[in-house]
């Protein structure tokens, strides 16, 4: 099983800036693996972010709603996964998940993933 464990949440003015980080426990991916970002506002469907995938070789992807202003990033050595929030907007306000596979997967849909956090909040006024 993994476990996967979010913090770096918290209320922010619009402009601000935010880092979340998720804490990668219990298996370990030794082979190729996605993890990713979500984010769910009340009464909206999950959404997905920006994933990092360790396939063939590492990349990442991230949101044309987010592109530019977040950045996700991966540090394998301490086993965690941050997303990087700046230019922060109302509209990011939510809250935001972590999640992983230890697969290749269509990295926008949630439902190719095989393991979540409980989720952080994000809120972001103007």
């Known amino acids: 099983q993994v476990q996967l464990v979010e913090s770096g949440g918290g209320s922010v003015q619009a402009g601000g800036s935010l880092r979340l980080t998720c804490a990668i426990s219990?298996?370990?991916?030794?082979?190729?693996?996605?993890m990713a970002w979500f984010r769910q506002a009340p009464g909206k469907e999950r959404e997905w972010v920006a994933s990092?995938?360790?396939?063939?070789?590492?990349?990442?992807s991230h949101a044309d709603s987010v592109s530019g202003r977040f950045v996700i990033s991966r540090d394998n050595a301490k086993n965690t996964l941050d997303l990087q929030m700046n230019s922060l907007k109302p509209e990011d306000t939510a809250v935001y998940y972590c999640?992983?596979?230890?697969?290749?997967?269509?990295?926008?849909?949630?439902?190719?993933?095989?393991?979540w956090g409980q989720g952080t909040q994000v809120t972001v006024s103007s």
């Open positions: 219990g298996r370990t991916f030794s082979g190729r693996n996605t």
């Open positions: 990092a995938m360790s396939w063939v070789e590492e990349m990442t």
């Open positions: 999640a992983a596979s230890a697969r290749v997967i269509r990295v926008t849909s949630p439902d190719d993933y095989d393991y």
